[in-house]
């Protein structure tokens, strides 16, 4: 037995004890992939002064089941390698390697995707293909972007048009590639709303133009209610290109973004979330979003039990 197979039959193991046993999944279950987001650690130890060393965060998401890591630029050290950098890469990918993990996504920054000015657009645009190159060498299947920044002189409406046809000229990239191209919007950004999210998507008017699911961010914008599955069913689920999984109680942490908390220690109806998600034949990756929580470790444990409940339902 080679060293993946064998961490695949611990991590295997170690799953069933931390989950428990569960009954054999129904012939029409889904299989999603599971994934811890660096994101969580890294806000959590800035925000409470914990460290969290990735080696032991590694070793956690191997142990109790999960399939990969989403990164998260500049932690735990550095930002991303650059495309030619292929012994970084390499060392990058054999880490994670070593653990049985893919790295699924990287997380990435879109400012310049909705720029006023034409050429800062083609720089964002240029600087997303060697983006997108680390993350093929790396083994990615996503890639996330996130458009924070203000107007800068240009109306909303012009501001959408831009980032549409930024986004549609990332997504042709990133299909050639075999990369999902995924944004998110949030209560900070200047795209704060569905119906901002929905004339992104209508603008771009193309399919492989792909959001991602928050249900923290879809909760804020579908009223607070703890449905976020609402918005799910309207945005519909062909457009989500993964999800980033976290519950909440409707309300805002104080760095202006929607408070993530562990699975059961909110309002959401978690059930509906991934009942919504499998009616509609989403087939990809679900990441733990852990944002500014205490402990990111049981949230992770907690949001893996859901899911895989979510799959048996």
């Not at 080679?2 to 428990?20: C, H, Q, Y």
Request: neutral net charge; glycine residues 12%; proline residues 4%.
């Amino acid at each position: 037995m080679n060293r993946r197979n064998a961490l695949k039959l611990l991590t295997g193991s170690a799953a069933a004890a931390v989950l428990g046993p569960s009954p054999s999944l129904k012939a029409d279950s889904v299989e999603w992939k599971t994934a811890v987001g660096l994101n969580g650690f890294m806000s959590s130890s800035k925000k409470y002064d914990k460290t969290f060393p990735i080696w032991e965060v590694l070793d956690y998401s191997a142990r109790t089941g999960f399939d990969g890591v989403e990164l998260v630029r500049g932690w735990p050290q550095g930002n991303y390698p650059l495309p030619d950098q292929s012994g970084r890469i390499a060392a990058l990918k054999r880490l994670y390697d070593a653990y049985g993990l893919q790295v699924f996504s990287i997380q990435t920054g879109a400012g310049g995707a909705f720029s006023a000015n034409a050429e800062m657009r083609q720089r964002w645009l240029r600087g997303m293909q060697n983006q997108l190159k680390f993350a093929k060498a790396v083994g990615c299947d996503c890639i996330g972007m996130w458009p924070g920044g203000r107007l800068r002189g240009q109306t909303l409406d012009e501001a959408i048009g831009h980032i549409a046809e930024s986004f549609r000229e990332v997504a042709k990239m990133g299909d050639d590639m075999g990369i999902i191209t995924a944004f998110e919007i949030e209560p900070p950004f200047i795209f704060n709303t569905e119906q901002s999210l929905r004339q992104i998507l209508e603008k771009a008017n193309d399919s492989r133009v792909k959001t991602i699911y928050d249900s923290s961010h879809f909760d804020l914008m579908n009223k607070s209610v703890g449905n976020p599955h609402e918005m799910l069913q309207r945005i519909g689920v062909e457009n989500i290109g993964y999800v980033h999984f976290t519950d909440t109680d409707g309300s805002l942490r104080d760095g202006g973004t929607s408070k993530h908390l562990a699975a059961g220690d909110g309002h959401i109806d978690v059930a509906a979330s991934f009942k919504t998600l499998k009616d509609g034949g989403f087939n990809g990756w679900i990441m733990i979003d852990s944002w500014q929580i205490p402990d990111p470790y049981d949230a992770s444990t907690k949001g893996l039990k859901a899911i895989k409940s979510g799959m048996r339902e």
